[in-house]
Antibody, heavy 121, light 109 residues
Framework: EVQLVESGGGLVQPGGSLKLSCAVSGFSVTTSEITWIRQAPGKGLEWISY????????YYADSVKGRFTVSRDNGNNSILLQMNSLRADDTAVYYC???????????????WGQGTLVTVS | EIVMTQSPATLSASPGERVTLSCRAS??????LAWYQQIAGQAPRLLIY???TRASGTPARFSASGSGTEFTLTISGLQSEDFAVYYC???????????FGQGTKLEIK
């Protein structure tokens, strides 16, 4: 069974740092495409980061570029999101999600974690 | 960046009714369009991909259509568990990333 479990959220002061983890089971992070999505309170969904299993390439939304870093922890079968220089507008529930596959026809987000809340205040 | 626009923002309906939600892309996304359902307090769940293909576990009362820039999601015979927020998402343009519509909240009349 595919599962994704986020952890690491919490309360942090503006300018601070936090590291989120997305622990997965039922598949390997070395062969799957994982994306981070966030949702500010009462707002919609915002894509923020992606790491490729094929070549390790990483992409970031402009809103987090230069402050957030995504990486893979193969030993723990997890994806990490290091968040630095946090701002009040980074307050959100952060979800990790598994793409259906690497091909263009499978880029939808097939499985989601339950999310972890990050509050910057 | 491709902009996704959903309408209406809020839709009020009664159980048993049939409703249609719309999603428009600022440029063609071909059939690379997904729909997600988010029940209050829960993570989003994939409903539809490829513009009209139901994901595993999606009930048959959910149907979708469209291609290019205009898409619809129809729910026939609304059930209590269908009252939620629905998001469309394009995955045609990559990189730089996904774009979602702002969501349609389906509420009980």
């Amino acid at each position: 069974e595919v599962q994704l479990v986020e952890s690491g959220g919490g309360l942090v002061q503006p300018g601070g740092s936090l590291k989120l983890s997305c622990a997965v089971s039922g598949f390997s992070v070395t062969t799957s495409e994982i994306t981070w999505i966030r949702q500010a309170p009462g707002k919609g969904l915002e894509w923020i980061s992606y790491i490729s299993a094929i070549d390790g390439s990483k992409y970031y939304a402009d809103s987090v570029k230069g402050r957030f870093t995504v990486s893979r922890d193969n030993g723990n079968n997890s994806i990490l999101l290091q968040m630095n220089s946090l701002r009040a507008d980074d307050t959100a529930v952060y979800y990790c999600a598994k793409r259906g596959g690497a091909s263009v026809t499978r880029r939808f987000l097939e499985f989601w974690g339950q999310g972890t809340l990050v509050t910057v205040s | 960046e491709i902009v996704m626009t959903q309408s209406p923002a809020t839709l009020s309906a009664s159980p048993g009714e049939r409703v249609t939600l719309s999603c428009r892309a600022s440029e063609s996304v071909r059939s690379y369009l997904a729909w997600y359902q988010q029940i209050a307090g829960q993570a989003p769940r994939l409903l539809i991909y490829g513009a009209y293909t139901r994901a595993s576990g999606t009930p048959a009362r959910f149907s979708a259509s469209g291609s290019g820039t205009e898409f619809t999601l129809t729910i026939s015979g609304l059930q209590s568990e269908d009252f939620a927020v629905y998001y469309c998402q394009q995955y045609s343009s990559w990189p730089p990333g996904y774009t979602f519509g702002q969501g349609t909240k389906l509420e009980i009349k």
